[in-house]
């Protein structure tokens, strides 16, 4: 579960740096916000995934 996370956030950092225009200097607001999205939720399954990590090691 922990690497869908990491290909969550890997996905999102490319989006956020595609979604700018260079020539213009604007973003496209669609790739923005679903970059954005996947940012958070890589970062929610991260956060989950390690927090179980830290408990099954407990309670071994």
């Not at 669609?30 to 970059?35: D, E, I, P, Y």
């Amino acid at each position: 579960m922990g690497k869908w996370g990491l290909f969550l956030l890997s996905i999102g950092c490319l989006l956020l740096l595609f979604s700018a225009n260079a020539k213009t200097g604007q973003y496209d607001i669609l790739n923005l916000t679903t970059a954005l999205f996947l940012l958070i939720v890589g970062t929610i399954i991260l956060i989950k995934e390690k927090k179980r990590n830290k408990t099954e090691k407990k309670i071994r």
